[in-house]
């Protein structure tokens, strides 16, 4: 039951903190926009690296 009010919660933040700032993106084009839309593919050009830290059990051992 928790976890569901914690999911309405993020669904309502996202609405409305990411309807109006995808408006924005879209609209306008500027250096700032190219770079936060980058900044947010990044994970997905990365490949292996989204959201998990660097550690030393991650490196092959020749580089550690």
């Excluded at 250096?31 to 593919?41: A, C, D, M, Q, Y």
């Amino acid at each position: 039951l928790i976890s569901l009010g914690i999911a309405i919660a993020c669904l309502a933040i996202n609405l409305v903190i990411g309807v109006p700032a995808a408006y924005v993106l879209a609209k306008r084009r500027n250096r700032f926009t190219r770079l936060f839309e980058e900044l947010i593919v990044l994970p997905v050009a990365v490949p292996g690296r989204s959201g998990r830290p660097i550690s030393r059990q991650a490196l092959p051992m020749a580089l550690v």
